[in-house]
């Protein structure tokens, strides 16, 4: 499993970042990350039309964000493929080009915040909410270690491990 990088390989283009402007997109990610599924599986796990799941599916496959795996035989005999997400979105930088990079950030909350409305009231393990006033270097700073914490937790990758979801968020408040 691919360690969380410490800096973005490049910025993601404006027609990534319309890929990724979707909560329904991110929730795929998340699904497809530890096991390939298809589009009926997806489909039928978020609740929506297996043609509106491939939309998804197809913008994702696209821009290199899930991957297409070979054709295997469903249950019941049909062909069908399964989809494996790629990490690819961790070496990106969501800048806000266009007002894309904005988009982006409510789609990763809109996505998090239904996994856990479907995790249920005793599924939250931890979480941290506050507020602090940084400079410029600090703000790095914690970016950095947090990064390099979550890293280290990714190279764990333990096999027989809770599946869990984190969100890492920093965001400049208005001052009024």
Known sequence: MPAVPDHPARDATVEELKA??????????RLCFDRALTNKELSDR????PATALRHIRALVEHDFLA????????RGALERPYRATGRTWRL????????GHRVDLAVLAAHRAEVL???????RD??????????ASQAELSARVIAL?????ERDEPDGEPLSYLWSLVARPER
Do not use: K, Q
């Not at 990724?20 to 990610?29: V, Y």
């Open 20 to 29: 990724l402007a979707h909560p329904l997109r991110w929730r795929i990610l």
């Open 118 to 124: 479907e995790a249920g009231p005793d599924a939250t």
């Open 68 to 75: 297409a795996e070979p054709v295997r035989t469903g249950a």
């Open 127 to 136: 979480n941290a909410r506050g507020v602090l006033r940084l400079g410029a």
């Open 46 to 49: 978020l609740g929506i039309a």
């Open 150 to 154: 979550i890293s280290e937790f990714i």
């Open 93 to 100: 930088g969501l800048v806000d080009a266009e007002g894309l």
